[in-house]
């Protein structure tokens, strides 16, 4: 069935360093890629998304890239701060409707030291 | 932006008995609700779609009679969590997408309910 691994499942990033968040996804229909931050009890929020028209999409210390080919797409976040300190989801989905469900990675927990 | 309000934040109710969680679309119209369960330290994993008007659909493993999923006007969806048991414990969380959303513009989340099943 349809699947999405993400790693690595903690992360530890020294504050102004970089971190990346790796996903691989199984259907080669999917065409959609969210990421989202969720802070502890709180709900997730949508942090940037890519199609898969799309190699690479930035914004300001966030970006994330899509290899198509390989069904890979990674999130990196640049000049890490502790507020980044979160879970991170990245989900696939297809389609444009919005009747398509997202299929979520592990999640990671980033931990940036102060 | 979208909006989602997800009540009751949190509920503690004996076993045996049933808990409604309800997730409102405060700003647009939700045609299609997800619900998700989360435990600790895991990710979101989907129980069932929603649409308004019809039956949910509801994922391989879920029960449909546990997981009572009502989703009678597009902007009001509820779960209902029928004779609880503590391992139906869980963080319950929806989120929904409406007619007017950009393509790339992702689900919006409810807040989720935290049940604790004693």
């Known amino acids: 069935g349809e699947n999405v691994e993400q790693h690595p499942s903690t992360l530890s990033v020294q504050e102004g360093d970089s971190a990346v968040i790796k996903c691989t996804y199984s259907?080669?229909?999917?065409?959609?890629f969210p990421w989202y931050k969720q802070e502890l009890g709180k709900r997730p929020q949508l942090i940037i998304d890519i199609r898969s028209n799309v190699g690479e999409k930035k914004d300001q210390r966030i970006a994330v890239t899509l290899n198509k080919t390989a069904k890979h797409f990674s999130l990196h976040i640049t000049e890490t701060q502790p507020e980044d300190s979160a879970v991170y989801f990245c989900?696939?989905?297809?389609?444009?409707?919005?009747?398509?469900?997202?299929?979520f990675g592990t999640g990671t927990r980033l931990k940036v030291l102060a | 932006g979208a909006v989602v309000s997800q009540h009751p934040s949190w509920v503690i109710c004996k076993s045996g008995t049933s808990v409604k969680i309800e997730c409102r679309s405060l700003?647009?119209?939700?045609?299609?609700m997800f619900w998700y369960r989360q435990f600790p330290k895991q990710s979101l994993m989907l129980m069932a779609t929603s649409n308004e008007g019809s039956k949910a659909t509801y994922e391989q493993g879920v029960e449909k009679d546990k997981f009572l999923i009502n989703h009678a006007s597009l902007t009001l969806s509820t779960l209902t969590v029928t004779s609880a048991h503590p391992e139906d414990s869980s963080f319950y969380i929806c989120?929904?997408?409406?007619?007017?959303?950009?393509?790339?513009?992702?689900?919006?989340f409810g807040s989720g309910t935290r049940l604790t099943v004693v």
């Open positions: 989900a696939a989905s297809k389609g444009t409707s919005g009747t398509y469900k997202y299929i």
């Open positions: 989120s929904a997408r409406g007619f007017e959303d950009r393509p790339s513009s992702g689900y919006t």
């Open positions: 700003d647009f119209q939700a045609t299609t």
């Open positions: 259907d080669s229909a999917s065409n959609y």
